[in-house]
């Protein structure tokens, strides 16, 4: 009942209004209660070009999955990989790799950001997919001015960043140019240990894991990787009503290890092409109307050539490539004090990997992992932001049409139709107080892996008979505020209908009904003006309705444990900023031990940060993250990823004491 309740109040909010507000105002979309916008994010993440860290320690619902020294995943809310929906300037992408090397986040750098919008829930009809959370990264616009900077990062354990963005133009051409190359060697966890340290304690304590896959002493040395990236923009104002954005973006990184994984990243490479046409003030019906056309391509062999095991099986190469085509008409216009926005979409996405022996391609039987799988995707959706005095409406509907195809003999094409929609309402009840409610449901179909997938012995870890996933979300809140507190608590629980999990008795996927819920508390103090604290705690539980076939534990997997943070910031005068924070996580306890995860202890980190800027040109940071040298991890270990096992899987434990500085000169 439950379900039905909240799909009928979702997909006929579109239709039910309230009587128009005579003084519309300025409109804030992004001023709800289920966004968190990061800000700044190219001057304030300096640590290096990983997004996922970033995230992790600004926003509240998200934990990190390490999997490396960068190029890290995110949980939200409990909810990972396509559950997600990530785009980066509108644009789709996704990670070729299926075992999560090059997840779709790590392919922009932190120095190329301006701005991160984290939607939490399916709220968000804008996005196809968008399940249990859209990502929508902005990246750094041209400016008419002549400006741009140069920045040099450097830390421990060899880590180098330089850096340097371009912009400038006229009235009606400007161009940007972001350029930055980095690296790094292994980093020491809090026992010391590098990554081939952690491998050989792994395999010390662990009688039964194979030594072929740890790395030969030969190169127990190696860098952990190598990062370069080219993005180059041009923004032309073609009359005064209409204009052309155009950007491309190269990625390049090389020899990434991931010391907890069979494999190690040959390489990752991505291209990502954008372009918008723009034209504005059409009439009543359309204030700005966008065609959209965007390409991104993923080029990701993963290999065991630095592992002893090629001294057995020669060099086993997995290689695949991801690629989305795609585009989108999108109006906006104001119509009876409603802001509204429409699209129509249409992508397709190509996935399909090879497995290779000493450079020749596996028998046919046993080639492909994923064999030229694509999907489309037709969408349209409508959205409403409307205020009605000290109320104010979001509402959303969206419809989707899938199309799963595969040439693969025996696996059978797939089609899907999706019906989501959402409504929120935030009610001021004074200068102090406010409340704020909403009803969500989202679907997302099963990726190529879920429903094709063939490991290296030729057997089926794909279910091409899955069912979609469908959330059906409710979410509440309450914010008060003052001149000096601010406070905010949200509550929510997802219905997670034929949520797709991998059963690792029976080594494939397969659909069960799951839900989750929990609580987010954040707020600050201001204790003057140049001090004031700020502090969020997050809790979260997730429970499967039934087990799984063959099993009996009913815990759901990547719930994280409870997650605080409390930070304490001084600005002494103008050109200081300082920063305390205490980073901490519970016990993590509620496992699914028969899919792999493991009890993880927890864990407290004091971070430091100070920052002095020298006029408009030159700013200095040193900072120091994990002061104690904790030695803890925040990753489990799902088996739904292919890692090292020996009787329980290699945990990956995170950096131990790390010492950076960055310099800054703007121009």
């Known amino acids: 009942m439950i379900r039905r309740t909240l799909t009928l109040s979702a997909l006929t909010a579109a239709f039910l209004y309230a009587q128009p507000a005579e003084d519309l105002g300025t409109i804030d979309v992004n001023a709800t209660f289920e966004t968190t916008v990061v800000k700044d994010v190219a001057g304030e993440e300096i640590r290096s070009a990983d997004v996922a860290a970033a995230l992790a320690k600004q926003v509240p619902g998200v934990t990190l999955v390490r999997r490396s020294a960068v190029a890290n995943d995110i949980v939200v809310r409990g909810l990972k990989k396509d559950n997600l929906s990530v785009t980066i300037d509108g644009a789709q992408l996704y990670g070729a790799c299926p075992n999560r090397m090059d997840p779709p986040i790590s392919h922009v750098l932190a120095n190329n950001i301006d701005t991160i919008e984290v939607t939490e829930g399916p709220f968000d009809v804008s996005e196809p997919g968008a399940l249990g959370a859209s990502v929508k990264i902005h990246t750094l616009k041209p400016a008419k001015e002549f400006k741009g900077d140069f920045n040099l990062g450097l830390g421990r354990w060899n880590y180098r960043k330089l850096a340097t963005t371009l912009s400038g133009g006229t009235d009606t051409v ?104 723009i034209i504005r003030n059409l009439g009543s019906y359309s204030d700005k109307l966008t065609f959209h056309y965007f390409h991104t391509k993923v080029d990701h062999p993963m290999s065991n050539r630095y592992r002893r095991s090629v001294k057995k099986k020669g060099i086993i190469k997995h290689w695949l ?233 009913t815990d759901l997997p990547e719930i994280p444990p409870l997650k605080f943070t409390l930070g304490a910031n001084w600005m002494p005068t103008d050109t200081w900023t300082l920063r305390a924070e205490l980073q901490a996580s519970g016990r993590w306890d509620k496992i699914d031990s028969e899919n792999g995860e493991q009890v993880l202890g927890g864990w407290g980190v004091v971070n430091l940060k100070a920052q002095k800027s020298w006029g408009d040109h030159l700013e200095l940071t040193v900072g120091v993250d994990n002061l104690f040298d904790k030695t803890y991890a925040v990753s489990n270990t799902y088996k739904d990823l292919t890692l090292i096992a020996g009787g329980s899987t290699m945990l990956l434990n995170e950096p131990g004491r790390y010492i950076y500085t960055n310099i800054r000169y703007k121009f």
Do not use: C
């Open 321 to 553: 490539q991801s690629k989305v085509d795609g585009g989108a008409i999108v109006d906006e216009w104001t119509m009876g004090g409603h802001s509204l926005e429409g699209g129509l979409e249409y992508s397709v996405r190509n996935w399909d990997g090879n497995y290779y022996k000493n450079g020749k391609l596996f028998p046919a039987a046993k080639r492909h992992s994923i064999y030229d799988v694509d999907t489309k995707d037709y969408g349209l959706y409508l959205k409403d932001h409307y205020l009605m005095g000290a109320l104010t409406w979001d509402l959303g509907l969206r419809y989707d049409h899938f199309d799963v195809d595969t040439p693969r003999p025996g696996d059978r094409d797939r089609s899907f139709d999706g019906l989501g929609g959402n409504i929120l309402a935030t009610y001021h009840l004074n200068e102090s107080w406010s409340l704020f409610a909403g009803v969500g449901s989202a679907l997302r179909v099963p990726d190529p892996k879920e429903l094709y997938y063939r490991n290296k012995q030729g057997k089926d870890v794909g279910n091409d008979n899955l069912d979609p996933v469908r959330n059906y979300e409710i979410d509440a809140g309450a914010e008060w505020s003052n001149e000096r507190f601010d406070l905010r608590v949200k509550g929510f629980y997802n219905y997670l209908n034929d949520d797709i999990l991998y059963n690792a008795t029976l080594n494939h996927y397969e659909n069960t009904d799951a839900y989750i819920y929990g609580v987010e508390l954040s707020g600050s103090y201001n204790y003057s003006d140049s001090l004031y604290f700020d502090s969020s705690l997050t809790w979260l539980r997730g429970k499967k309705k039934d087990p799984l076939t063959g099993q009996s534990d």
């Open 174 to 277: 400007r161009f940007y140019l972001g350029l930055s190359t980095e690296t790094s060697d292994q980093y020491k966890d809090g026992n010391g240990d590098d990554f081939y340290g952690q491998q050989m304690r792994f395999i010390a304590n662990h009688p039964t894991a194979k030594k072929g896959m740890a790395y030969q002493p030969k190169y127990k040395d190696l860098a952990a990787y190598t990062k370069s990236t080219l993005m180059g923009k041009l923004f032309w104002d073609i009359t005064d009503n209409q204009s052309l954005e155009l950007s491309y973006t190269a990625n390049r990184s090389d020899d990434v290890l991931y010391p907890n994984t069979p494999m190690d990243a040959d390489y990752d490479n991505s291209d990502l092409f954008d372009s918008k046409y």
